[in-house]
């Protein structure tokens, strides 16, 4: 019983982390663009699409922060203990963000929070692409992890870029759409560069590379979402190709949904590749099950007050001048 409340709370985890990675990942990949888009007008288009939406695309990083310590707790202590300062660097980012979008709704002049807005987003995703490098390395010292961990926080940026400028695609008026399509093509070829790079320092830096992709079954289930991350990308690639306008970012969604899946094979049994197993990790059966009863209240509402708010605020993004 155990067993299975550990590996039920590992696979609930990874869908949180999906979720949050593509409810905020836009966002803060649109805060990012922000920064190179030199007209107020085009900016104000921008802040517009992500108005109704971006403080309750957080939720998902505190829930998930929650469920790691409940669950994890031994996890949550170790990464926390080494990772402490990209923490508090991701945290303070978030701050910044929300207090620049607020600020810049009253402000008469609006750059500088605008541009503290977009170094916030870029902040936070470089962070998160730090905390994923250290998971990924197995917090390994070293020029070569350090190395590896920048790059991986580059990939997180190129892809948060990408579902930025996906998203900007399908919410935005005139010439910032075209803009943004040529953004998403760059980002999207930035993104699939990284990756290719990553995987294949995955396999000289990581545990993961070492021991894991090296399993006939692993692989046999890591080809298949390797094919289904190719397919999305050649996606967005048609999409924006022909001119559609919700297209490229269901298939950035595609691409980001089966890059964690096969994250997730990779990392399991392991948290921390090499250091820390889930079952070493785990808390005991009774508190994993009165969590479980939890999360199974907060779960659907907070899913479902996501897919209600997208659904009242669909369509493309209105001015009022």
Request: charged share 10%; glycine share 12%; aromatic share 10%.
């Amino acid at each position: 019983m155990h067993t299975i409340l550990t590996n039920a709370w590992f696979g609930l985890i990874g869908l949180m982390l999906v979720f949050y990675v593509i409810t905020d990942g836009f966002d803060l990949g649109v805060g990012m663009l922000s920064l190179v888009t030199p007209r107020e007008q085009d900016r104000d288009q921008i802040f517009s699409s992500i108005g109704h939406v971006w403080d309750a695309n957080e939720t998902w990083l505190v829930v998930l922060g929650g469920a790691l310590f409940g669950a994890f707790p031994a996890a949550y202590a170790m990464l926390m203990e080494q990772l402490y300062v990209p923490v508090m660097l991701l945290i303070a980012s978030l701050i910044a963000r929300g207090a620049a979008i607020e600020f810049r709704h009253v402000a008469d002049r609006k750059r500088g929070w605008d541009i503290l807005f977009g170094l916030g987003s870029l902040g936070a995703a470089a962070c998160q692409g730090v905390v994923l490098g250290k998971v990924i390395t197995g917090l390994a010292p070293g020029a070569l992890a350090g190395a590896f961990t920048g790059l991986c926080a580059l990939g997180v940026i190129a892809g948060y870029s990408l579902l930025g400028a996906t998203y900007l695609v399908k919410k935005t008026h005139g010439a910032l759409v075209e803009t943004a399509r040529r953004q998403a093509t760059g980002t999207l070829m930035a993104t699939v560069a990284a990756a290719v790079l990553l995987s294949a320092g995955t396999m000289v830096f990581s545990e993961i590379g070492h021991d894991r992709w090296m399993q006939p079954t692993v692989l046999a289930i890591l080809m298949p979402l390797a094919l289904a991350a190719a397919c999305a990308g050649g996606y967005v690639l048609y999409a924006l190709h022909v001119g559609s306008s919700h297209g490229p970012f269901r298939g950035a969604i595609g691409l980001f949904a089966a890059s964690f899946a096969g994250l997730a094979v990779s990392l399991f049994p392991d948290l921390v590749p090499g250091k820390l197993t889930i079952a070493e990790a785990a808390s005991d059966g009774a508190t994993m099950a009165f969590m479980l009863c939890g999360i199974a209240v907060v779960f659907p509402v907070m899913v479902g007050y996501n897919l209600y708010q997208y659904h009242v605020f669909r369509g493309r993004v209105v001015l009022e001048h």
